[in-house]
């Protein structure tokens, strides 16, 4: 089955249809929806919302952008609402000015693995984690992000500057392999 | 970009994990329970619409029947053949439908009335003239009737000690004159009774009030309004101090000399107006009238109280037709520790506290249950035939549960098509005790909330459209 059959049949609700797009696009999206939340169970909740969202708005969506993008957007979208009702996450939703180090300049590039790397991104405070994945992932610019989560554009921008610090002292060898000591332990 | 932030982005938009197997039929599961619930929303829609038509037909009714009283009163007296105590033709009692309804609460003097009671003849108005004065009749009465506002049971009795000719009926004043010209009383209770009707014979018959029966139906529609969560941050979205126009109809059946329900406005909670049944905003007062439909228009302003989540201070006002209100009172709306079932085929659950912190995100799916509990002080001026005023102390507690559907939104309801887009319709059923009396309400709802997408202003939108049944359980009456 093309893309496009598979597009005007989702659009008929043609469960088949709906399966080939999921199987296609959910390994991706679950990858974006692991990198907001702090465990592949909610990943997966967030992931199963989002394609629910998906088919129940199929109609909305433009041939003319691509689709990927779209569904791109509805998951992240998702993963933010998420965030807002689950109370285990929305009280970890701390802008506070103090939670993290200060500002360190990049020392080097690591060789981790992209798998390691998003492990750090979703080691960090969930406030952080969403303004890094945001900002220095789906790159949106820090007026887009204060909107979207209601703060200053101020604050999104030291937040992220301290989440990128913590993240490249983590990316350090020496760092990294404390934290994976303390994992093991 | 130096080298870290290019391997981060990298690394985000190539990371991929594999779903766990039965993920798919998760989400299949939840697609077939929506497809049935999009049935369902159709009823949703449906639902205010009948309570509207509903309220209308009735009220259409009430008029008629209190038309068909009026005629009825309108009496021509024969010389009693019969009762040798009446032989001037004086008769100061009626045998009307209402008449035999009189409740058992009657006075001695009402009741020796009663027995001098023959059946009348009846004819309409337009038949009254000179000719239809048979010609034995010493007198003839001609009957007309005007409704009065008697406010209070006081006011009945000091009539009755005034004209041992009055006797109770429902809020009707007949006026005997002899059958030379109908006269209107006005306000019973304003006027100086005595002077009125010196000249005349008045029989005033009064029911006393059937019971608390009463309902109101009443519509609400808000317009634009930002919301809280345009104003704050993630992590402070509790309930906040607001302020909120109202314009809508409202219809009131009074039932007797009982009740009136205060409408929308009072004491509505900022953050949860529009979710909430029978809530603070149904609070009774004495006062006899008839059904009334009146356009109302108010606002309120509510205050939060520092350091608290969920208690404020409400101060605020309305007109509805003849009737103005100012009101004011203490509010805590809390959440019973109950499990709120939750949406989704994870089987998750979550405890209704969470309710409170969506307030106006209006993100609540599900059922959840609440208890609020509430006091005021609320001062009502009401025009029947006068204006009359009431003050009234009051408090209680809700306790509800509801149940809120998502929903897909019109398109072109919101102002741009990039805002996230949310909908609800709602059917909530609480009961509420406020002093003395309980009542229980459905309270159906369906609202859009609009809230800012990636690429706009940080605006939300409310609009909605609420409607509201109330009955007060007529369990404790006091005549």
Known sequence: MDEKSILDLCRKNNRQAQKSLYQLHAPFMLGVCYRYTKSRDDAEDVLQEGFVKVFTQFHQYKESGSLQAWIYKIMVTTAISYLRRHKRYRSQMDFSENALHPVVEPRGISNLQTADLMELVRKLPTGYQTIFNLAGIEGYDHTEISEILGISVQTSRSQYSRARAQLIKWVDASEWQVLKSKENN | MDGFDENMKKGGTQFEMEPSPELWSHIEKQLDENKDKRRAIWLWWLLPFLMVASGVYWYTNQNKDITTLEDELITVVSPDQENPKKKDGIINAQKTEEGNQLSGNQSPITESLKQQVRPLQSISKDQITPDIIPAEAKTMQVNA?????????????RLLKKLPQIEFSKSSLT???????????????DSEVSKAIQPISIKVKTEEADSLNSVLVSAAVAGREKTDSTKKSLN?????????????????????????????????????????????????????????LGFMVGAEKTIKIKGSNRIEWVIGSQYQYQRIEAFTGNRSDSSLPFISNRRGSSGETSMAPYYYNVGNNQSHIGHQHRLSIHTGLQLTLDKAKHWSWQNRIYGGIIISSDYLQPQTIIPGWVPSANLIRKSHAGLET???????RWGTGVFAQQNVTASSNFRNLPKQYWRGLELRFFYNIPSSVKK
């Open chain 2, 145 to 157: 009737t005007a409704t009065v506002s008697i406010v209070r049971k006081e006011a009945y009795e």
């Open chain 2, 236 to 292: 402070k979205n509790k309930a906040n101090g607001g302020f909120r126009i109202i314009i809508g109809t409202g219809f009131h059946n009074l039932g007797g000399k009982g009740l009136g329900l205060n409408p929308l406005l009072d004491g509505i909670n900022n953050s949860t107006v529009f979710n909430s049944p029978g809530n603070p905003g149904s609070s009774a007062v004495l006062q006899p009238t008839r059904a009334r």
């Open chain 2, 430 to 436: 609480g009961i509420q005790y406020t002093y003395g």
């Open chain 2, 175 to 189: 006026i005997i004159d002899g059958g030379k010209q109908l006269k209107q009383l006005p306000a019973l209770v």
